[in-house]
């Protein structure tokens, strides 16, 4: 059963860069049958999807985000990652990463347990 | 971007009774639309794909319905777990996703 972690600093700088590292368990992640996401939630708001790595590589990101995010993969620690460049206050959010099975690339089942990272001096 | 809208935002249902949230694509996404559920400081569980199957374990008071821009998630008999907040996502604009604001289902 596939299983993701989210691990990274809980506080981040204005103008710095956020990283945080999903581990995966229970399956590899270089694996043809899974792509892997991350998607964040600021504090009372909705859900808002970032960005997804797919096993050949390719990244596809929000467009306003775009500008600002990488999304890479670490096979040997079995592990994806996020980084978000020059943030600011409006990017304190629950950061969740989430992975989508080939049967669709649709929808995100499961989801890590989320890290709350906020943005401040 | 495919917008996704969610009504109504707050929903007040007494346990036992049945909960109607409503979900609207600004354009058609066919069938390619999930539900999950999220639970006070827990992550979002997925409920529903494909509109209307059930994801392995959801209890079958969850029920999906729905295609094109207008999509409905019903809860039969509300239990007391089922108060959380109910997103909808579209995955028809791949790789392009999109969520809706949520419904917070709440005790009466």
């Known amino acids: 059963q596939l299983q993701l972690q989210e691990s990274g600093p809980g506080l981040v700088k204005p103008s710095e860069t956020l990283s945080l590292t999903c581990t995966v368990s229970g399956g590899s992640i270089s694996s043809n049958n899974y792509s892997w996401g991350w998607i964040r939630q600021p504090p009372g708001k909705g859900l808002e999807w970032i960005g997804t790595?797919?096993?050949?590589?390719?990244?596809y990101y929000k467009p306003s985000l775009k500008s600002r995010v990488t999304i890479s993969v670490d096979t040997s620690k079995n592990q994806f990652s996020l980084k978000l460049s020059s943030v600011t206050a409006a990017d304190t959010a629950v950061f969740y990463c989430?992975?989508?099975?080939?049967?669709?690339?649709?929808?995100?089942?499961?989801w890590g347990q989320g890290a709350l990272v906020t943005v401040s001096s | 971007e495919i917008v996704m809208t969610q009504s109504p935002a707050t929903l007040s249902v007494s346990p036992g009774e049945r909960a109607t949230l409503s979900c609207r694509a600004s354009q058609s996404v066919s069938s390619n639309l999930a539900w999950y559920q999220e639970r006070p400081g827990q992550a979002p569980r997925l409920l529903i794909y494909g509109a209307s199957t059930r994801a392995t374990g959801i209890p079958a008071r969850f029920s999906g319905s729905g295609s094109g821009t207008e999509f409905t998630l019903t809860i039969s008999s509300l239990q007391s777990e089922d108060f959380a907040v109910y997103y909808c996502?579209?995955?028809?604009?791949?790789?392009?996703?999109?969520f809706g604001p949520g419904t917070k289902v709440d005790i009466k």
């Open positions: 790595v797919y096993y050949s590589g390719s990244t």
């Open positions: 996502q579209q995955y028809n604009n791949w790789p392009q996703f999109t």
């Open positions: 989430a992975s989508q099975h080939s049967n669709s690339w649709g929808w995100f089942d499961p």
